[in-house]
């Protein structure tokens, strides 16, 4: 199985879209002739994780993924460094075992909190192993979905995600 994370720069979100009664149901538009950047992992090697965090004034949330970028070329390690230069973060799409598109950083964007490339790594094969996180986002994640009738329409979902990156 190859585990594929889809990471869109917040700065090429168009729209958002909020289902009127499944308020975690959300589809993005893309700015015209804005792709996301597609990463294909092994295993476990995309992950994506939510967390409630207690706060001082009320709850907070954390947002992180773990991906492996197993190109080791130098156009994967120029699209990992400008990912993580970028001012206002990346949202990140990744299936999840249960045939949804879990969605993380669309409130504040996720950016690096780890960065690390190792040559003599023999699993990694000397791809970016990383880390994007966020602790300010408003809730668990959001699920990328298109919805048919009120229906979660898995087909479609996989269309427009995709579409994301083709």
Same mark, same amino acid.
């Given at each position: ?50 967390? =409630? ?61 780890? =960065? ?23 809730? =668990? ?26």
């Amino acid at each position: 199985m190859k585990p594929k994370t889809v990471l869109v720069r917040k700065a090429d979100i168009a729209g958002v879209a909020r289902h009127a009664t499944i308020k975690k149901a959300v589809t993005l538009t893309l700015v015209a002739a804005k792709k996301g950047f597609l990463f294909e992992g092994l295993g476990s090697s995309n992950a994506a994780r939510a967390e =409630l965090v207690p706060g001082k004034y009320g709850p907070g949330y954390k947002h992180e993924l773990d991906l492996v970028a197993f190109g080791a070329d130098p156009e994967t390690a120029e699209t990992m460094e400008d990912l993580a230069a970028d001012p206002e973060g990346v949202v990140s799409i990744t299936p999840d075992n249960n045939g949804y598109y879990k969605m993380l950083g669309l409130n504040a964007g996720l950016r690096p909190s780890a =960065l690390k490339k190792d040559s003599e790594d023999a699993d990694l094969g000397g791809g970016i192993q990383g880390t994007l996180s966020s602790e300010k986002e408003k809730g =668990l994640e959001d699920y990328f979905m298109v919805l048919t009738d009120s229906v979660y329409d898995p087909a479609a979902t996989k269309a427009a995600f995709e579409a994301l990156y083709a």
